[in-house]
C-alpha cells in the first residue's frame, strides 16, 4: 500500500462505532477522512465523519484502509470483501480468526488480490520476537490472561463463582487459543494475536478472573531452545468495556498510519 497521491487526505474507512471505534476516531490524524459503518445515529458521529448505510456503500466510498472494531461477524462479514477489493483491513475483532476455514478463505483473498489484513499487537506486544523464536520449533508459548471479576461478571455468574472470584482468583479456561477464542470472542483476541504470530500448536492459553488485579494483566512465557523470555503488560480497561483495554484503539490507530510509513 502506498500513500495517497499529492494532497488526497488519507481515506479511512471504520466499522463500528462503539467504545473502540469512538477512540480510533479521535486519535486519526488531523485533515484523515473518515467513513463510518455503524448502527448509531449519523447525528452521533464526529464532525466531519461521513455515515455509510451499508457495507456497499463503505467499499464504495473508497477508502484507503479500513479499520474493523466492530465484532468478530462484523470483521467475518466485510474484512472479505474490503480484501477482494484491494483495500487493506486491519483488524480488533482477530478472533474470528480461531475459524480455520475463514482464515484460509482471508489468506486466499489477499493473494489474489494484493491486500493485507493487518493484525496489531492490540493489547499485548513483542510479536516480532515472538514470531522469531516460533520459527524454532522447539519453542512453545504460554499466555496468561488476568482480568479483574467485574470483567468476567455473566461468565461467572453462569459458572456459580461470582462468591468464589471475590475471595480469590478463578480460572474460566486453559487450553488451546482458537478454543479460547471460540468461547471468548470478545475478550480473547489477545491470545488469537499470539497465537497468529507463533502458530496455533504452539500456544496455551489461561483465562483468569482474578480479584488481585486493577487492571486487565497479559502474561507470556516463550520458552525453547533459543532461551526463555517473559512479558507482562498491564493495561488500563477502556471506561466504557472493561473487557477491553484502552490501548486497543491506539494500537490499531498505530498499525494503520504505520502501514503508510517508510520506516516498517
Not at 484502509?65 to 462484523?74: C, D, H, L, Q
Not at 520449533?137 to 472470584?165: C, F, H, I, N
Not at 500456544?203 to 523470555?229: K, Q, W, Y
Request: aromatic fraction near 4%; include cysteine; glycine fraction near 10%.
Amino acid at each position: 500500500m502506498s500513500l495517497p497521491a499529492g494532497n488526497t487526505p488519507l481515506r479511512v474507512g471504520l466499522i463500528g462505532f462503539g467504545a473502540i471505534g469512538r477512540s480510533v476516531a479521535t486519535l486519526l490524524p488531523a485533515g484523515a477522512a473518515l467513513g463510518v459503518l455503524t448502527r448509531h445515529r449519523p447525528d452521533a458521529l464526529p464532525a466531519g465523519a461521513e455515515a455509510l448505510a451499508d457495507l456497499e456503500a463503505l467499499l464504495g466510498w473508497g477508502p484507503d484502509v479500513v479499520i474493523e472494531a466492530a465484532s468478530a461477524e462484523a470483521f467475518a462479514n466485510a474484512a472479505p470483501a474490503c480484501l477482494a477489493r484491494g483495500i487493506d483491513v486491519v483488524a480488533a475483532s482477530v478472533g474470528a480468526l480461531q475459524d480455520s476455514a475463514l482464515l484460509e478463505r482471508i489468506v486466499a483473498t489477499c493473494d489474489k488480490a494484493g491486500s493485507r489484513l493487518v493484525v496489531p499487537a492490540g493489547a499485548v506486544g513483542g510479536l516480532d520476537h515472538i514470531a522469531a523464536a516460533a520459527l524454532h520449533p522447539g519453542t512453545t508459548v504460554t499466555y496468561v490472561s488476568r482480568k479483574p471479576p467485574a470483567a468476567w461478571t455473566a461468565e461467572l455468574d453462569a459458572m456459580g463463582q461470582t462468591e468464589a472470584a471475590s475471595r480469590g482468583e478463578v480460572s474460566l479456561y486453559e487450553g488451546d487459543a482458537r478454543e479460547a477464542a471460540a468461547r471468548y470472542p470478545r475478550n480473547l483476541n489477545a491470545g488469537l494475536t499470539i497465537a497468529l504470530a507463533a502458530g496455533f500448536d504452539r500456544v496455551r492459553v489461561r483465562v483468569v478472573a482474578d480479584p488481585g488485579v486493577a487492571r486487565n494483566t497479559h502474561e507470556i512465557l516463550i520458552s525453547g531452545p533459543l532461551g526463555t523470555s517473559t512479558m507482562s503488560f498491564c493495561n488500563t480497561p477502556d471506561p466504557a468495556n472493561p473487557k477491553t483495554s484502552a490501548i486497543t484503539a491506539y494500537s490499531l490507530v498505530a498499525a494503520t498510519l504505520r502501514r503508510f510509513g517508510a520506516l516498517q
